[in-house]
């Protein structure tokens, strides 16, 4: 398994938000984190990156213990967060806001990186000396993935990247989270909220209803149970 949590309760100063968290997100998977506003989705996600305070429990990465690792170390392990908000440097360039992401990158290395990148994101090499703000809502979010996966990450967690978006572009950027996962070998952790379409990309999912799981494993039998008429509205 490549991350998996241990009992975790987390949250933020002394507010709880997740309680005994136990999850385990195989390796080159697509894996769902659905659920009610105010579940601790996004929490979780934040715990992983170690951006929320960890009471109780262990996250761990390929066996490694990494509770307690800061935000920077966890990313040269080849953990990636896309945030939903402030994901982008609007006043750069396509080209400058890439660049940064890979800067730990030499110069042979960011070359192959941004073109690996532009394969997968094409629409973005027609903009590249753009600013990034002057993009639509739907080529900022493709952006914003791109950054996250100029670091060659082997997780890429994505928080509600299709906020927004018509249903249409909505289709097409989790069409893309396929393609991550099938090209580029990526594990993907998605906390989505267009829940049917999250369900039919993902190869697993977990409920979370008030800061604990109510469901794991195959999306279709989420889809098909009582919960996700009463939680998601489906």
Known sequence: MSISTVNLS??????RVLFDINISIPQNSVTA???PNGAGKTTLLNSIYGLADVFEGRILFDGVDITRFKPYKRARLGIAYVPQMFN???????YENLVIAGYLLDKKELKERID????????????LHRKAGTLSGGERRMLAIAMGLMKNPRVLLLDEITTDLAPIIVKKVLNTVIDIKDKLKVTVVLVEQYVRRALEISDKVY???SGRIRFEGNPKDLENSELAKIYLGL
């Open 10 to 15: 987390s949250g933020y100063g002394k507010l």
């Open 33 to 35: 984190i659905v659920g």
């Open 88 to 94: 982008i440097f609007s006043e750069l360039t396509v």
């Open 116 to 127: 690996i990148i532009l394969d997968l994101f094409p629409k973005l090499g027609e903009f």
């Open 207 to 209: 409920l979370l209803v």
